[in-house]
């Protein structure tokens, strides 16, 4: 924790909350919105609120959580209503939205008056969350999304070392997915080799074999999806589940799952790998049985390594009315001694590099090399930066490529055309 903010918080806070009671009010409120689901993070965010009023009486947090779907459009109308949070908790992607909708406070001269040392911070997830070189968000953690997780258990069986950094794509990750399907008797899979955590993705097959979805992550001006890099990415990713069946479809992947999160499917013994990233550790330690570990997402056929990404962190609304007492709460929450706590879960990598290299995160609950994830934020990926990203994905992208994966179209007869009205629509024909 930077030194002169130890200072700050010991003597600014209880002076602005004595002004205020000496003003007859006796309790300031800071309301502080958040979308946490797991009831672990739940939990340790109320102990730090609760934490945070014992050192300053005469606050309170009042803490809002909020369904994720629901988040965006909740603050925007409470801005727009002059009822915001003061605090609003933010992903890397919804960032983007609700920074252009002129949500948060530029917390740049609060940083520079306070001297806050931004520098111990990972790069890429603190410039997300400073578009045009000013701070809009403090980061609390960042979320690659390239480890691999392997049941070890199946690897043995089925005579395999374990993977290792530096593998690829196609091979020897085709070869290795085949002798790790099982099927019974009657041929039908019992046990998939690879799947994805949440539907069916592509992006880290994207990024790995130096693709992207668009031609600039923070200014783009055009989809590139029909790029041959691109394509070959997601023809691969189709040929795994069409070609080669080493991977479920949508369908085949709720009848394995009957709508149970897909982590379960790894968890269960159902899948012998999983892409997706440090928060699924809970989860799969809950299983005595499960005997799993991590290595970095293969990199692909030309010599690429890459993966999506998520984080967090905490950014202040513009239209509080508190902003000196909230700002002073912000920094709390994200200080090292906070976040070290969220930190021992083993659910968060955090954004702090040198909290992150420590041994509170290190030697948390997870896989035995969950180490490889201090280096992974280097080759991380985010989403474009668009207001109407959500709408392009999940409106118009997911639509046109669901027929891909059940194996009514091939890439190349959906690709090409849905890339391109894309670019008819949200790119002015670009």
Known sequence: MNRNFRFCAAVILPAVLALSAGCGKNVQTIRLAQFLTDPILIAKINQLASDIEKRHPGLHIEVDNIPYNEYQEKITTQMAAGNAPDIVYVEVNNFVDLYLRGVFEDLTPYCQKDGLDLKGYYPGVLGRFSPGGKVYAIPQDTAPSGLMYYNRKFFREAGLPYPKAGWTWPEPFLSIC??????????????????????VQYENFLFSNGANYVDNTEHPTRMILDSPRALEAIRFRWAMIQKDHVSPDPSQIQTFNLS?????????????????????????????????????????????????????????????????LAWMVLKEITSEASVSQLAGTGMIQPALMKLAQSDVFLKSPGPEHKGILLQMPARSHYEPFLPNWNEIYYGTLGPALDPVWLGRKKPVDAIPAVNQRINEKFFFGK
């Not at 692909?300 to 990404?309: E, F, I, K, S, V």
């Open 260 to 324: 149970a999160g897909q982590e379960e499917m790894f968890a269960n013994g159902r899948a012998a790998m999983i892409s997706s990233g440090i928060w699924q550790t809970p989860r799969f330690l809950q299983n005595k049985d499960l005997d799993f570990d991590v290595v970095e997402f293969p990199g692909g056929p030309h010599g690429d390594r890459g993966w999506g990404t998520g984080g967090s962190g905490y950014a202040l609304s513009k239209s509080s009315k508190r902003k000196d």
């Open 178 to 199: 085949q002798k790790l399907v099982q099927k019974d008797a009657s041929g039908h899979v019992t046990r998939w080799a690879y799947i994805d955590a949440y539907g």
